[in-house]
T-cell receptor, first 115, second 111 residues
C-alpha cells in the first residue's frame, strides 16, 4: 500500500542552524501539507502546497520557514534559523486531487530537537 | 477562524465499558476526520465523515456526524486495552482542505 515517507526520523540541531525536513508524498497525490505537533499538544497546520506553490499558510509559517518541491517526488520543509520553540514533531501529509474524501495521509513524522 | 473542541481530554476506562468522545466545531464543514495516535507515532486515519447523519463503524469504534449541530461523536463499545491511544478529530476547511485538529482525547483502558 502506498505511503508517505519522511526523513530523517529524528533531527537534533543547534539553535540558529538551518534544517531541511524531507518528505516523499504518495505518487499520484497533488496536495501536500506540513503540520507540526509540539510534545503533548495538538497537531497544527503549517502550510499547504499545490501546483508548485503555497496555497495557504498559518501564522506559524513565518519568514523562517519555506517549502519546496525540488523534483517530482520530494517535498521539503526548511527552517532557516531554528529556535528552541521549533522543537516538535513535523508531519508531512498528502491527498489526492478530485476525490470527495480528500483524505490526507500522514507520514511517520520527523522529531526535531533544537538545543 | 475554525475552532475544534474535543471532550473529554482525558478518559480512563475499564475494559468492557462504553464511552463517547465528543467533537464540536465552530463553522460549517462537511468533512470531519477521526485519527488515532499511539505514543511517538504518526496519525492513523480511522474514519472520514462527509455528510450529515453519516455513521461509520469499525470494530468497537463508531463515529457519527451531525453537521447541523456541528458535532461528531466517537463511541467506544466494550473497550479493550488495545484501544488505549490519543484520538483526534479534525475538521477540513479552506480551499485546500487544511485540517484543524482538536486537542485530542487521551484514552486509557484499564484491565
Amino acid at each position: 500500500e502506498p505511503e508517505v515517507t519522511q526523513t530523517p526520523s529524528h533531527q537534533v540541531t543547534q539553535m540558529g542552524q538551518e534544517v531541511i525536513l524531507r518528505c516523499v508524498p504518495i505518487s499520484n497525490h497533488l496536495y501536500f501539507y506540513w503540520y507540526r505537533q509540539i510534545l503533548g499538544q495538538k497537531v497544527e497546520f503549517l502550510v499547504s502546497f499545490y501546483n508548485n506553490e503555497i496555497s495557504e499558510k498559518s501564522e506559524i509559517f513565518d519568514d523562517q520557514f519555506s517549502v519546496e518541491r525540488p523534483d517530482g517526488s520530494n517535498f521539503t520543509l526548511k527552517i532557516r534559523s531554528t529556535k528552541l520553540e521549533d522543537s516538535a514533531m513535523y508531519f508531512c501529509a498528502s491527498s489526492e486531487l478530485g476525490t470527495s474524501y480528500n483524505e490526507q495521509f500522514f507520514g511517520p513524522g520527523t522529531r526535531l530537537t533544537v538545543l | 477562524e475554525l475552532k475544534v473542541e474535543q471532550n473529554p481530554l482525558f478518559l480512563s476506562m475499564q475494559e468492557g465499558k462504553n464511552y463517547t468522545i465528543y467533537c464540536n466545531y465552530s463553522t460549517t464543514s462537511d468533512r470531519l476526520y477521526w485519527y488515532r495516535q499511539d505514543p511517538g507515532k504518526s496519525l492513523e486515519s480511522l474514519f472520514v465523515l462527509l455528510s450529515n447523519g453519516a455513521v461509520k463503524q469499525e470494530g468497537r469504534l463508531m463515529a457519527s456526524l451531525d453537521t447541523k449541530a456541528r458535532l461528531s461523536t466517537l463511541h467506544i463499545t466494550a473497550a479493550v486495552h488495545d484501544l488505549s491511544a490519543t484520538y483526534f478529530c479534525a475538521v477540513a476547511g479552506g480551499s485546500n482542505y487544511k485540517l484543524t485538529f482538536g486537542k485530542g482525547t487521551l484514552l486509557t483502558v484499564n484491565p
